[in-house]
């Protein structure tokens, strides 16, 4: 803890006997206030990435009521702006310092998610050829037209990959992408 001087007073002090007779004393008397805050941090709580991959808090998202006698002079926390590799439990420090400079701190647990789907993006219909043996073969990678994810793709498959003579014309094909936290979505062509 930080001892801080708040105040310096005079004192005159005036002591007078029985007789009548008195004598005074000046000193000075020195105010100092030396009890730090009380912290106080919300329980855990969960923060949603958004579309671009980040999420951010403050200081009172995480203040739950710090308290101090003469006043709070700041809040500050150890970490304020989170992105893809912050994905699950944070612990994050609340400083709280008063307006006499003494400080005390508490943690919580900040859990962050991505709930986000990935952005599909399906090439414009297309047009394969069967070779001589009447099969013919695609891939996810054909399908794609740039699909994305803030926090990255994990996985691109695609509802068909293989066609013989029973599929000349046209086929919807489904592609779905998955991003590395689970979140899936789709987008179709021909």
Same mark, same amino acid.
């Given at each position: 803890?930080?001892?801080?001087?708040?105040?310096?007073?005079?004192?005159?002090?005036?002591?007078?006997?029985?007789?009548?007779?008195?004598?005074? %004393?000046?000193?000075?008397?020195?105010?100092? &206030?030396?009890?730090?805050?009380?912290?106080?941090?919300?329980?855990?709580?969960?923060?949603?990435?958004?579309?671009?991959?980040?999420?951010?808090?403050?200081?009172?998202?995480?203040?739950?009521?710090?308290?101090?006698?003469?006043?709070?002079?700041t809040l500050t926390i150890s970490q304020t702006d989170f992105d893809c590799t912050h994905i699950g439990d944070n612990t994050i420090t609340l400083?709280?310092?008063?307006?006499?400079?003494?400080?005390?701190?508490?943690?919580?647990?900040?859990?962050?998610?991505?709930?986000?789907?990935?952005?599909?993006?399906?090439?414009?219909?297309?047009?394969?050829? %069967?070779?001589?043996?009447?099969?013919?073969?695609?891939?996810?990678?054909?399908?794609?037209?740039?699909?994305?994810?803030?926090?990255?793709?994990?996985?691109?498959?695609?509802?068909?990959?293989?066609?013989?003579?029973?599929?000349?014309?046209?086929?919807?094909?489904?592609?779905?992408?998955?991003?590395?936290?689970?979140?899936?979505?789709?987008?179709?062509? &021909?």
């Open positions: 803890m930080v001892e801080r001087r708040i105040r310096d007073s005079t004192i005159t002090i005036t002591v007078t006997d029985v007789n009548g007779k008195s004598s005074t %004393l000046t000193t000075f008397v020195n105010v100092e &206030v030396n009890v730090a805050p009380s912290a106080l941090c919300v329980a855990p709580f969960t923060i949603q990435l958004d579309a671009n991959g980040t999420a951010s808090i403050t200081a009172a998202d995480i203040n739950n009521g710090s308290t101090d006698a003469c006043g709070i002079d400083t709280v310092t008063d307006v006499n400079g003494n400080s005390s701190t508490c943690t919580t647990i900040v859990t962050v998610e991505d709930n986000v789907a990935p952005t599909a993006l399906c090439v414009a219909p297309f047009t394969i050829q %069967l070779d001589a043996n009447g099969t013919a073969s695609i891939t996810a990678a054909d399908i794609d037209n740039g699909s994305t994810d803030a926090c990255g793709i994990d996985t691109l498959t695609i509802s068909q990959t293989d066609f013989d003579c029973s599929y000349i014309g046209d086929n919807t094909i489904t592609l779905t992408v998955t991003d590395v936290n689970g979140n899936t979505s789709t987008c179709t062509t &021909v």
